[in-house]
C-alpha cells in the first residue's frame, strides 16, 4: 500500500483562509493606527503653534482683549489658524491669555492657557 504524503486539498483550503483571515486582521490594525499617528502628529503641531503664540505675546507684550485676535502660521507645510484672548482672573496684575489653533475651519485642535503679568 502506497502512503500518500502531503496536504490534502481541504487541509490547504482551510490554512488559506486562516492566514487571509489574520492578514486582513493586521491590515485592519496597521490602518487605525495610521490614522492615529496623523491624527496626535496635528494635535502636537497645534500645540506647538499655540505654544509659539503665547511666546509671542509675552515677549512683544502685545495687548490682548477679551475679543478673539485671530492669525495665522504655517507650520509642517500647513496653514493653522489661531486666535486670542484675555480672560480676567482673580488675581490683580495677572491676566490669562487663551489660545486655540486649529487646521483649517473646524474645531480647536489644541487648547492653551497661559499666564502674563500687567505691566504696573
Known sequence: MRYCTGFT???SILSLAIFSIVGIGIMVVMSEQLIR?????DKIMASWVADNIIAEINLAKI???ENWLRG???MGN???YWQSREIKTQSIGIITVE???QEGSRTPDY??????????
Open 9 to 11: 486539498l481541504l487541509e
Open 37 to 41: 499617528v496623523k491624527t496626535l502628529e
Open 63 to 65: 495687548a490682548q482683549t
Open 72 to 74: 495665522h502660521d504655517i
Open 78 to 80: 500647513k496653514v493653522w
Open 99 to 101: 489660545v486655540r489653533s
Open 111 to 120: 487648547i492653551l492657557q497661559g499666564y502674563r503679568a500687567l505691566d504696573e
